[in-house]
């Protein structure tokens, strides 16, 4: 299915070894390993992202998975909408994240409704955002979280066209699980 | 770390040994670097206190650029170049004068002292064509070693005293002469042939292809067409001091990022 060749542990450049020391590493860093000078620094930069830090892991999943749902990329809807459930979202939300309901009908908090429109407005606008949006986001988490949620949009959204472009794999794993969510894909 | 950058200048070759790393063979993709390029190299490896530089294939002398290239190398760094030695005409051999003035090598494979022994995995008349090529090319003044590639048991003491003997013949000295281990990759692997290797027995030395920087020149081989990247180090290889910092940092066993999280799937 995936447009590039996905480099195998046997195969894995020096620089991308440490990324499948643990088993298999997923497609990304499959991909990513067939240029090993980019993986070596990509990988720290997306794990400072996408990965723990100051900001809790539920905001970060609901900006990564609402961005890869209106960006529509299948690999990363499927493989956050279990991450998501298993940062603890609600059915209800992971079905309004991923568009196949209103946002406003399922998310309550002011700072959460806030964030998802930041996002919306990054991942789907043209040019600049309107003041009042970016105002409700500062407002509610901050500066440093502003910059850091922003740049998570931006990271995600890069992921996202990596893997649509390529044509990821989602793996059998986790197409049970998100079957065992109540999701087809 | 700095030493030799060895120069993969193309993978095709007019033979096809049965044990190549590389796959080489008439016909195969040529992977063939511009003379600019191999200069680049050269000329960048001199600047980061490389000291000598190794240029291989396929066989190179298929390149028609190759004599003048040489030369232009071998001013920057001294210069070993690795062939097979049966494709010296007599105006190739004119073309190689300039070489005899330059601090280059050219070492020539020679497996055996007995032909059909030698041809059996080198191809018909191969023995013939480098005991030809050998002495012309040292009438030149043109620097000659002998590197002999085999499994430990098909080269006896005899055959190796036997060997010892022709070389000196021809004028390549002892010091002259090296005797490596067949290396299980490439085609080698196929007839399972030779010896298998962990990247850290394989000495780390900068290997510079088309297709990107290697550990070593053990690194870029072929298997079934397809490029091994076991021992890649970078695609990136302009400018030079890129894949050798990488390469460095991976001798002194320094991973980039291993602090930090990796949270994705």
Known sequence: ?185 | MPGRVWIYANYNCNLACTYCLTESAPGVAKRAMDPDEMLRVAREAKDLGFTDIGITGGEPFLLTHLPETLAEVAQVLPTLVLTNGTLFSDVRMERLAPLAELPIALQISLDSPDPDVNDEMRGPDNFAKVVDAIPRLRDRGIAVRIATTGEPDRLDEDDHARLCELHRGLGVADEDHIVRPIVQRGRAADEGMGTTFQPEEIPAELCITVDGAFWSPFGPTVRGGELDTDLLISRTTAPLGRPAGLLHRLVEGRPHGDDVTIGIR
């Open chain 1, 1 to 185: 299915m995936s447009r590039v060749k996905l480099i195998n542990a046997e195969e894995a450049p020096l620089l991308a070894r440490p990324f499948y020391a643990s088993g298999d590493p997923g497609p990304i860093v499959a991909a990513l390993a067939q240029v090993p000078e980019l993986l070596d620094v990509a990988m720290p930069f997306i794990g400072a992202t996408l990965g723990p830090s100051f900001i809790p892991l539920r905001p970060k999943e609901l900006v990564i998975l609402r961005t890869s749902a209106v960006l529509q990329c299948r690999y990363c809807v499927e493989v956050h909408t279990v991450v998501a459930s298993e940062a603890g979202l609600t059915a209800d939300e992971l079905v309004a994240l991923r568009e196949e309901r209103p946002l406003a009908e399922v998310f309550d908090r002011p700072d959460e409704l806030a964030l998802l429109q930041w996002v919306d407005a990054l991942a789907l606008g043209r040019g600049p955002i309107a003041d009042p949006i970016a105002d409700a986001v500062r407002g509610h988490w901050g500066e440093p979280a502003m910059v850091e949620l922003t740049v998570l949009v931006g990271t995600t959204m890069m992921l996202n066209r990596l893997c649509t472009g390529l044509e990821l794999p989602t793996s059998p794993e986790t197409l049970t699980r998100l079957a065992e969510l109540g999701f087809s894909r």
